[in-house]
Structure formats: structure tokens, C-alpha cells
């Protein structure tokens, strides 16, 4: 009997011990996801660069690039409202984001000039109150 209890006991601590926090998981999927796809190939004239989870504001963050006829500062200037919707269509519809929108995670994207990184085309951070509407 007492064997039987120890083994409990220690399986428990092992268990507990190995348990990943909701931070620590979303870092280590976007640490891994990088390292595996980024940059990926270009889809709809965008590339996605990095992904980077911040666990001081808990925000899953996409950064890309615009590339080729999208590189253009007129067509987000003029396609700003559209773009942000589609995302947040993104967000609320795209199952592998439910463990993170149940903890309260924001989502960002940052799209970049291809030509020069420096450019920040569109940089767009939906928090719960976007998503839960």
C-alpha cells in the first residue's frame, strides 16, 4: 500500500511538473513555427516573416511582408478597412486561435515593405473586445 501511494505521489509531481502554461505553449508554437515555415513562400503577396508570441501584453504576433503589386503604400492606404476585417475574420473564424482567444490573447500583424523593412505598411492588434463582439 505505501508503495502504491508513493507511486501516486510521484506520478502527480511529474505530471504537475510537466503541465505548460497557455504563455509558455503560444511562445514555444511561435518560436517553433518560425524556425519550421518562416519565411514562408508568398501567398496573395504577402510573406510571413516571424511569428513571435509577447507574453508581456499576451499578444500573438504575425510579422510580414508585402511583396511585389501589394508593396505599395496607396493600396493600403486605400484598402486599410478591408484589410483589417478580413484579419479579424481570420481571427474569430480560425479554430487553432480558440485555446488563445479563451485565455484573452491579443493577435497582431505588422505588414512590411519587401523593398524596405523600415516601411510599416499596416500594424493592427485585435484584442478580445474586437474579437468577442
Do not use: G, P, V, W
Given at each position: 500500500m505505501r508503495y502504491f501511494a508513493?507511486?501516486?505521489a510521484l506520478c502527480s509531481v511529474v505530471l504537475c511538473g510537466c503541465h505548460e502554461s497557455?504563455?509558455?505553449?503560444?511562445?514555444?508554437?511561435?518560436r517553433e513555427y518560425t524556425e519550421k515555415y518562416c519565411p514562408t513562400p508568398v501567398q496573395?503577396?504577402?510573406?510571413?516573416d516571424s511569428v513571435v508570441f509577447e507574453r508581456d501584453t499576451?499578444?500573438?504576433h504575425y510579422y510580414c511582408s508585402a511583396v511585389g503589386d501589394l508593396d505599395n503604400a496607396k493600396v493600403f492606404d486605400l484598402n486599410?478597412?478591408?484589410?483589417?476585417?478580413?484579419?479579424?475574420?481570420n481571427v474569430r473564424e480560425n479554430t487553432s486561435f480558440r485555446p488563445y482567444k479563451k485565455e484573452g490573447f491579443a493577435f497582431q500583424w505588422t505588414l512590411r515593405s519587401d523593398k524596405d523593412k523600415k516601411t510599416v505598411y499596416f500594424d493592427r492588434k485585435f484584442t478580445p473586445k474586437d474579437y468577442n463582439k
Open positions: 508513493f507511486c501516486a497557455m504563455e509558455k505553449r503560444a511562445q514555444r508554437e511561435a496573395n503577396f504577402t510573406r510571413t499576451k499578444t500573438y486599410r478597412s478591408k484589410i483589417a476585417d478580413a484579419l479579424l475574420i
